[in-house]
């Protein structure tokens, strides 16, 4: 793999920090040294930020690889270290959430309200049986009640499991039976796209076929009429009228905290579990360390649904532990205008924003105009997450919403991660557009050949952890086995040995390579990886070399089989707002992406065909679905389309590909 992608991307921009930002930052360029030095003393530092009731024994037990436990012995509670402890130092009137319903309606949480908001479920939990080590099912809107509702689990020791509220009846009646919860927390419904968007019927579909459901606490968002029966509690009626005092038990540093569905390409969907004191440990340095949190002076806005991992650890978690004041914003990015997002980071002077690739190569299809109409000036800092950002959509990141000057933090991990792992620092790192760069201070990430040989710089294989870290998964729910060949069994000790004698390697995943400098660039997920005439080449490569061309905003690739060359890539790509697509332009298009994909990467990578399209199928959580597209492309039949954003994407551009090439 290493030879082929030696050549491609060429990116050779760099940004340094601005040095103001420099100067102040939370973590600085020792840090590094710091964890190379003693890595389990570094995460024991980093734990002590934390409040914990009972200290723990020994830092890491690695004796049964690759089951770890962190800060064994160790005793906390999760709800109080995210509420209790800041209103107990005084910051009770602090903002916790300036929450931002989509039709406009707003609500301000202090960290007093919410603290009183989750001592009231978590009495409200009790009291219909909930107890430490149970299950519950959360499938609510972008509203604060989610978060109380999960803070109030961790409070009394429940195991949540979010499902996104955009999944249908059959993926959370899976998700519900898988875990055997007791209790669904609920709501009416949502706002989405300008129009209520109900969720009860569905759950009410689920738990008739979930007889391990208690109850159901049904939140009142859109005061749409649903259906009611006899397990049905209103929460304003259950957790409302609870007492508000309650006092958070400690809980050993390795008791469950929740599981997370993540259904990755195959179909099952696997419980990624994961626990207390780790976890809460690394998601709270990162949010310190990557977003430079200063909990006084900024306010923080991750984009995230709490559906997703990014919303457990970087809306709920991370900034709740470090005391943050954020946006909470419950609606799409278009409604009611294209300039919604910039609206509410003008309105409540957003220091700090946390957002994905496919939302910014969205804005860069609806022009640099629309952010050029707002007052962005508070924003010191820019991240992303969840896919690779392809170069020019960093650039423009930076440019149109950084004013040119703002560090962009490109963020690595997983839900299995826990936590980011691999990132940029913002006062310390020069960063290079489309690169997450290194590992973060504690983390030993690696690239390796098929062979699990770590490559030199310049080469290319399969992203690898070394050692375990602190936020790690902890198995996959009730499937020990998977959990050991889906992530273990590929390289290493795992895989049956090998020279190393007994190290434990992670698999992510991911293809990667590293640069000369030896920093990172992720190059998508290794079943996408395609194969021409025997080479290796990324789709994320082709897809950034198309989005470099002016005239295109977002791309994807797939390779489809090819009687001559084995594999032939496929690309799709969505011209940007003002460009011309009819006719002849169309073709003239097409024709010059093709050249410019061969003179960016080199021949090879010349795609056989390019597809102009309006949109392209993604994930609900905005990743691309390069398997629906593949199924296009080689004239199959559609596969599973269930976690699709918008099924009617498909039909437009199957019909387009039949048309003509
Ligand atoms: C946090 C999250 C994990 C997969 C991961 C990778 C992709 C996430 C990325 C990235 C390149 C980044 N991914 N962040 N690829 N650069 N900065 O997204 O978790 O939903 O479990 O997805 O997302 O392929 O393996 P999850």
């Known amino acids: ?21 420099a100067a102040n930052a939370n973590v600085k360029a020792d840090a590094y040294d710091e964890a190379a030095t003693d890595r389990l003393a570094f995460w024991e530092r980093q734990a002590g930020r934390l409040a914990w009731s009972k200290q723990w024994d020994q830092v890491l037990d690695w004796s049964n690889p690759p089951f770890a436990k962190w800060f064994v012995g160790g005793q906390l509670n999760v709800a109080y270290n995210c509420l209790d402890r800041h209103v107990e130092a005084g910051r009770g009137d602090k903002v916790a959430i300036h929450w931002e319903g989509e039709p406009g309606d707003t609500r301000t949480l202090t960290y007093a309200d919410l603290h009183k908001l989750t001592c009231q479920a978590a009495n409200a939990l009790t009291e219909l049986g909930v107890t430490a080590g149970d299950r519950v099912a959360i499938y609510l809107p972008m509203i604060p009640e989610a978060a109380a509702a999960m803070l109030a689990c961790a409070r009394i020791g429940a195991t949540h499991s979010v499902v996104f509220g955009g999944f249908s009846a059959d993926a959370l009646t899976n998700r519900i039976q898988d875990a055997s919860a007791k209790l669904v927390i609920t709501a009416d419904g949502g706002y989405r796209r300008g129009k209520p968007s109900a969720l009860k019927p569905t759950v009410d579909e689920a738990v008739a076929k979930c007889p391990s459901v208690e109850h159901v606490l049904v939140v009142r968002r859109t005061g749409e009429d649903v259906a009611w029966s006899e397990k049905d509690h209103w929460w304003h009626e ?66 995230a649904d ?35 997002f910039w609206e509410i980071v003008d309105k409540y002077k957003v220091t700090i924003l946390y957002t994905a690739p496919t939302l910014i190569r969205t804005m860069m299809k609806w022009g640099e105009d629309i952010p050029a109409g ?7 800092l820019l991240g992303s997450v969840g896919e690779p950002i392809n170069p020019e959509a960093w650039i423009w990141y930076r440019q149109h919403v950084g004013r040119g000057e703002l560090p962009v933090v490109d963020t690595w991990w997983q839900t299995e991660t826990g936590s980011i792992m691999i990132s940029p620092l913002p006062g310390v790192t020069e960063a290079k557009p489309g690169s997450a760069m290194t590992a973060l201070p504690g983390i030993a990430a690696d690239v390796v050949d098929d062979q699990g040989q770590s490559v030199p710089n310049g080469g290319g294989g399969y992203l690898v ?8 998964l902890r198995t996959i729910w009730g499937d020990d086995n998977r959990f050991i060949e889906t992530y273990w069994s590929r390289f290493g000790a795992g895989a049956g040995g090998g020279e190393s004698g007994g190290d ?12 000369d400098d030896g920093h990172i660039w992720l190059l998508g997920r290794v079943d996408d990886v395609m194969l021409v005439s ?21 791309a994807a690739v797939v390779g489809a089989t090819d009687p001559t060359t084995g594999q032939a890539i496929v690309a799709f790509a969505i011209p940007r707002g003002s460009v011309e697509t009819g006719g002849d332009a169309g073709e003239q298009l097409i024709a010059d992406l093709r050249n410019h994909v061969a003179r960016t990467l080199g021949p090879i990578a010349k795609p056989r065909q390019i597809m102009l399209v309006p949109e392209l199928p993604k994930t609900r959580s905005g990743k691309i679905m390069r398997r629906l597209l593949r199924d296009v492309a080689e004239h199959r039949s559609l596969g599973d389309v269930t976690t699709l954003q918008d099924s009617s994407v498909m039909e437009l551009i199957a019909k387009g590909m039949s048309g003509g090439k």
């Open 1 to 21: 793999m290493s030879e082929a992608l030696a050549n491609l991307l060429n990116e050779t921009r760099q940004f340094p920090p601005p040095a103001e930002l």
């Open 238 to 303: 259950t957790v409302e009228t609870a007492s508000p005092e309650h006092t958070a038990q400690p809980f050993d540093a390795e008791h469950p905290l929740f599981i997370l569905y993540t259904s990755g390409t195959t179909a099952r969907p696997k419980g990624i579990l994961h626990t207390t004191g780790g976890y809460l440990t690394q998601t709270s340095y990162t949010t310190h360390a990557v977003f430079d949190l200063k909990p006084d002076t900024d306010v923080y806005w991750c984009t």
């Open 306 to 340: 709490i559906g997703w991992v990014t919303g457990h650890s970087y809306i709920v978690y991370g900034p709740l532990s470090n005391g943050a004041t954020q946006v909470m914003y419950e609606g799409t990015p278009d409604t009611p205008h294209k300039g919604r």
């Open 374 to 380: 707002y007052d962005l000036s508070s924003l010191r």
């Open 465 to 472: 952890l070394r050692e375990p870290w602190p936020s790690m």
């Open 504 to 515: 434990w390697v992670y698999f992510a995943g991911d293809g990667a390579k590293k640069d």
């Open 534 to 554: 025997g080479h290796n080449i990324s789709t994320t490569e082709v897809e950034s070399a198309l989005v470099s061309h002016p005239s295109v905003a977002e």
